[in-house]
């Protein structure tokens, strides 16, 4: 079983929203920390946004006010909702979950247009 499925990537124009959501069914340890990164062409992953098992949440400034991590503990899932998307965020989004140890998921393509 893939420990980590991901969803909710596409295609929308500046100002628009896409909501990412990240199943962690797969793993049956105890999960930890839970968040999304994202890697452009030629850049570095850099972390977009974390979340506790206790809902501390933890932003990159560039998207502060825009983006929102939730997840159930329950259900395993951490959503990352992204709203008034710029170009700038146009990347490949990762989920990433630390539970025995970390987990990657394979990524969805977030493309923003002008």
């Known amino acids: 079983q893939v420990p980590l499925v991901e969803s909710g990537g596409g295609l929308v124009q500046a100002g628009g929203s896409l909501r990412l959501s990240c199943a962690a069914s797969g793993i049956i340890f105890s999960i930890n920390s839970m968040g999304w990164y994202r890697q452009a062409p030629g850049k570095q992953r850099m972390l977009v946004a974390s979340?506790?098992?206790?809902?501390?949440?933890n932003y990159a400034d560039s998207v502060k006010g825009r983006f929102t991590i939730s997840r159930d503990n329950a259900k395993k899932t951490v959503d990352l909702q992204m709203n008034s998307l710029k170009p700038e965020d146009t990347a490949v989004y990762y989920c990433m979950v630390v539970s025995e140890r970390t987990y990657w998921g394979r990524g969805t393509q977030v493309t923003v247009s002008s």
């Open positions: 979340i506790t098992s206790g809902g501390s949440t």
